[in-house]
């Protein structure tokens, strides 16, 4: 699949919570060639002080953050904050339990690390088609 010609992400602006330099450098012209708009990234922490006000189309996040874990960092997005978004946590490929406790936090997907290109459009393409993803933020209970 060449993601140069998948322009997935046309207009969508991306939120990277991770901590890994070396994941950012990796994802960050990934995306713009899938075309987003604008991507933010930094600290768990820091993404979530700003998530409210960069309005992200799309959230990947990495199961172990630097001051918190992706767990958490889902749950106050979907729990505390109540905010509909598309969210993948990033999580290594033998943490099985992990992946299932994101699922239960509200992680849209997991993305299994090491990943491809092609696993990456694949699931953003699938959590994109999701309802939460549809849906600019949303304040209040969800329903």
Not at 22 to 39: D, Y
Not at 69 to 76: E, K, L, M, S, T
Not at 89 to 101: F, N, P, R, S
């Amino acid at each position: 699949m060449e993601f140069r010609q998948d322009r997935l992400l046309d207009g969508r602006k991306v939120l990277l919570a991770v901590h890994g330099k070396a994941i950012r450098e990796l994802l960050t012209p990934i995306f713009k060639q899938m075309g987003a708009s604008a991507i933010l990234f930094g600290s768990g922490a820091e993404m979530l002080r700003q998530i409210k006000e960069f309005n992200p189309g799309i959230v990947f996040c990495e199961a172990d953050l630097d001051t918190m874990d992706g767990i958490d960092f889902v749950r106050q997005v979907r729990k505390e904050m109540r905010l509909a978004m598309a969210i993948i946590l990033l999580v290594e490929q033998h943490d099985g339990e992990i992946a299932a406790k994101a699922r239960e936090a509200g992680a849209s997907d997991v993305l299994l690390v090491p990943f491809s290109i092609a696993d990456i459009i694949r699931t953003s393409k699938k959590v994109l088609e999701k309802p939460e993803a549809q849906t600019k933020l949303r304040f209040g209970p969800r329903t």
